[in-house]
């Protein structure tokens, strides 16, 4: 589906893309397609410059490929503000790419570290959600 078709659709939605490579990107999409990524994060101080990127519960968005084409409308089911060190197992479980909350810390202390910094205290927003559409 083009992204003119997928505006009309989804109107209100906010295009985002997983990840900061096309691999990550790809992976992230294939575990959101699988069933096995439910919720996702980013740090607060992301959403400072573009204040409508930031997920709203009931809110449908579209994750994008890596070359910018609509791959899945995900609906945001719940979002919370919290510290990275306040992070638990079932959140992170729920994000889908790691087996435990150690796998976890790591995998996001490294992006977090790549993408503008990292601090155990760092503010995270915390999206859980669900699929809507896969295109």
Request: charged content about 35%; overall charge negative.
């Amino acid at each position: 589906m083009d992204i003119a078709r997928v505006r009309q659709k989804y109107p209100d939605a906010q295009m985002f893309t997983f990840g900061d490579s096309k691999p990550l990107c790809d992976e992230l999409l294939a575990l959101v397609r699988a069933g096995k990524k439910t919720a996702t994060c980013g740090a607060l101080s992301e959403f400072e410059d573009d204040p409508a990127a930031m997920p709203k519960a009931g809110r449908t968005d579209i994750a994008q490929t890596w070359e910018g084409e609509p791959a899945v409308a995900i609906r945001t089911v719940s979002v919370e503000i919290k510290a990275f060190e306040d992070v638990d197992e079932a959140f992170a479980l729920q994000e889908g790419e790691d087996d435990d909350l150690e796998g976890w810390r790591r995998g996001h202390r490294s992006y977090f570290e790549r993408n503008g910094g990292f601090d155990p205290r760092m503010k995270l927003v915390c999206e859980r959600f669900e699929v809507v559409e896969i295109f």
